[in-house]
């Protein structure tokens, strides 16, 4: 059951509502969709997440920091980091985030519902992402708002839309969606976004009242436990050991990381 934890803005532009509730489950859109409005599907930490710790969302913002700390300025941190993450996302096997989301989407799609995904990620990606999205039962071009493959420019980013799931190249997902919606005369009057990360929920609802759309935001949490696990030990092993064959699991890393800390008594030590 979605619980209404905060109400960003109720804006009275005619009966015009925008509002972000807590869901803690997937199929918690179906009670919030209906086939008038334009569903949007976040992709990292909603729909799918990499089987192991590097490579994650909170492996991203750490590593940022590590350069950071390093020295390297912000711009120069960012184009390292963007390489390596790019790098291990086309290396790693990325499942769903909770278990039914891919039947829940293939039903309302079956049903006629308006589904597109929204990701921040660029277009290194695209193809990449589209065919883990595929390997793990999800075709978001079958109910997609606009048929085609798009590009545009927002503030010298390319943003690119293909198979129908929209790339951001990190700039915000509200003015790079409503782009793509006017620059391809798709005009719509309510939208849903669900997204584990509460300040890109903000930037498409700002958008959307700006256009006069109704907004309802869905502000994933299934995954927050994950995330919570995340050691940056582990991602540091991870990173270390891994090569362009295969990623260090999880549990291969933990084993590394106990050797490295002694943590293992070896065969015939206690004798
Ligand atoms: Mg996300």
Redesign the pocket.
């Known amino acids: 059951m979605i619980r209404n934890i905060l109400i960003i803005c109720a804006v009275t532009f005619s009966s015009l509502t925008a509002e972000i509730k807590q869901a803690h489950s997937f199929k918690e859109i179906i009670p919030n969709s209906t086939l008038s409005t334009l569903i949007l599907l976040?992709?990292?930490?909603?729909l799918l997440i990499p089987k192991q710790m590097l490579g994650c969302?909170e492996w991203f913002m750490y590593r940022n920091k590590q350069h950071l700390s390093k020295g390297l300025n912000a711009h120069d941190a960012l184009k390292k980091l963007l390489d390596e993450f790019w790098a291990i996302r086309h290396l790693s096997v990325m499942e769903i985030v909770e278990p039914g989301t891919d039947s829940i989407i293939s039903k309302m799609q079956d049903e006629g519902f308006t589904i597109m995904g929204l990701?921040?990620q660029g277009l290194t990606l695209a193809t990449c992402t589209w065919q883990q999205l595929l390997a793990n039962n999800i075709d978001l071009t079958r109910t997609a708002p606009i048929p085609h493959d798009y590009f545009l420019n927002l503030n010298e980013h390319g943003v690119l839309y293909r198979h129908g799931i929209l790339f951001t190249s990190g700039t915000s997902k509200g003015e790079a969606l409503f782009q793509l919606l006017e620059q391809n005369d798709v005009f719509v009057d309510r939208v849903l976004f669900i997204?584990?990360?509460a300040s890109?929920l903000k930037e498409v609802e700002d958008a959307a009242i700006k256009r006069g759309v109704e907004f309802i935001g869905l502000r994933?949490a299934y995954?927050d436990a994950r995330k919570a696990l995340f050691d940056p030990e582990i991602a540091d092993i991870q990173f270390t050991w891994s090569n362009f064959g295969r990623i260090v699991s999880d549990s291969e890393a933990k084993d590394i990381l106990n050797r490295q800390k002694g943590l293992v008594t070896c065969y015939g030590d206690s004798q």
């Open positions: 976040d992709i990292d930490d909603t969302d990701t921040t997204n584990d990360k890109h994933y995954s």
